[in-house]
């Protein structure tokens, strides 16, 4: 069974920038397609970004599109959430969650594991 621990987050002024980390241990997670998720105070779990196996292909939600980007390093078993242009809206627990599959998805049911989750908080 695989464990992911995300890091990174925290406090962060809006239009500025925070670099979320998802280490993975357990098994390799570099067969494996990798999703961000996040949870807005008081609302449901949200799909941000996914990246494939590999890194050959990513898909993100459109409120992020062109302000984050994930990528992966599969020799560290690390994949990354960079978050540029911030806003209010993106704040809320950020959890990574790794599937039993190469390709992307955005449905949480499409995804096995999850981490913990980190709080990202943005400031107006």
């Known amino acids: 069974q695989v464990q992911l621990v995300e890091s990174g987050g925290g406090l962060v002024q809006a239009g500025g920038s925070l670099t979320l980390s998802c280490a993975a241990s357990?098994?390799?997670?570099?067969?494996?397609?990798m999703g961000w998720f996040r949870q807005p105070p008081g609302k449901e779990r949200e799909f941000v970004a996914a990246?494939?196996?590999?890194?050959?292909?990513?898909y993100y939600a459109d409120s992020v599109k062109g302000r984050f980007t994930v990528s992966r390093n599969n020799a560290k078993n690390t994949v990354y959430l960079r978050m540029n242009s911030m806003k209010s809206d993106d704040m809320g627990v950020y959890y990574c969650?790794?599937?039993?599959?190469?390709?992307?998805?955005?449905?949480?049911?499409?995804?096995?594991?999850w981490g913990q989750g980190t709080q990202v908080t943005v400031s107006s």
């Open positions: 357990g098994r390799s997670s570099s067969s494996f397609a």
């Open positions: 969650a790794q599937r039993s599959a190469a390709s992307v998805a955005t449905s949480m049911n499409d995804y096995d594991d």
């Open positions: 990246i494939s196996a590999w890194g050959y292909n990513t």
